[in-house]
């Protein structure tokens, strides 16, 4: 099994800046991809962005140009730099991995899941 916990959340002014972090530990062998997702209030659970092991990247197009995913395999630990943070990106966020990366942000292919860090970015 996979454990991951998230760190790095908090609350910032609209137009701010957050960078959160991921700890990955336990049967991380066979980790293939790690993706970030997000959910408000009274909405679905949605992908934020996600990353290989080989580096290649995905966004959500809503944080495109504003969010970066990157990880430290040495470290085992997934990043999401957030940047131009709006009211509209307040959420829990949570880190989750997988086996495989199929470029479409879908949480049902993501197996583990950390208890997640909350954001909240104010106007």
């Known amino acids: 099994q996979v454990k991951l916990v998230e760190s790095g959340g908090g609350s910032v002014q609209s137009g701010g800046s957050l960078r959160l972090s991921c700890a990955a530990s336990g049967y991380t062998y066979f980790i293939y991809c790690m993706a970030w997702f997000r959910q408000a209030p009274g909405k679905e659970r949605e992908g934020v962005a996600s990353?290989?092991?080989?580096?290649?990247?995905d966004y959500a197009d809503f944080v495109k140009g504003r969010f970066t995913i990157s990880q430290d395999n040495a470290k085992k630990t997934l990043y999401l730099q957030m940047n131009s943070l709006k009211p509209e990106d307040t959420a829990m966020y949570y880190c989750a991995s997988a086996d495989f990366c199929s470029g479409s942000l879908r949480a049902a292919d993501f197996g583990d899941w950390g208890q997640g860090t909350q954001v909240t970015v104010s106007s």
């Open positions: 990353i290989n092991i080989e580096g290649s990247t």
